[in-house]
């Protein structure tokens, strides 16, 4: 990376952390319910220009037992220039469950995902507590359901009421233990706090917020994601995606931008094998037919 893009980096990244933090603490927050121990999780997931692994991801998520535990899927496109935008209109048009947020403005991925939020906190304020969704379930556009029950799990983990938050519970020299951020869950209730961090611009974007949610005693638990089996992250998408279509961005220098799926055995493979399952939905001719199968799976 040059010198030029990384100071651009950290510019962007203390500016938006101070920016999100005080417009959290001053502004009026959305009314969200207590949690009451039925779980309905909100998708939330963020494209720029990876059209083709949110599809995939898409499609794996049908696999799932217990679908109607995701009442919400909020796609914020991030000003994609892979040709995907039609499509992605056309879905969500087509499937009631699934709510398009465009973002052409500073199309960091914490933004991304704030303004997914906000949209979300609009969208289900007028609803009965029982209509809306509870838990945001967050991750990149390139991961892959591979457990079946994953759904199940999470939501039993969270129907406990012992815990604010699951993900893949990382421990290094950090006082808190930092998740892996590309897939992880968080009731909507907890995060409105105003104590708790907003997702901020940051190398691991989540991190601040998991931290406030330790200092503040909430219980984190640790669900191991990838290396328990239940989705496969295939990572640096995004990296590759600002390398090919945004000149501009200060990730279209960074020379690391090979998928590494989270070092999970045989991970390249397992991988290759979903995208051979849904092969001829995968094609860029076939998306009217991809649309019918994904509204007739979430419907």
Known sequence: MSLFANLQRKIGQRLDQIFSVIQKKIFPIAKIPDFDGDCRFALLTVNFSTTHFLKLMLLTLCQQNNLQKITRIVIVDND????????????????????????RWIRTHARGLRKGIYHLNKLESSLEKQLQSNVLMICDTDIIFRNSDTITELAEIFNSKKYAFAGELRYSSNICPQAQASFLCLRRDIYNHKEISPIVNHGSPAYPMQKSLWENKYQLYDFRSNSGGYILHRGRSGVAAAGKHYSTSSYSSEKNNKPHFMAVENGEQIWKDAENQFAELLLPENESELIKYLKNKLS
């Open 80 to 103: 994609s220039r892979d040709g995907g935008l039609d499509f992605l209109r056309n879905l969500s048009k087509s499937i009631s469950r699934i709510e398009l947020v465009e973002n």
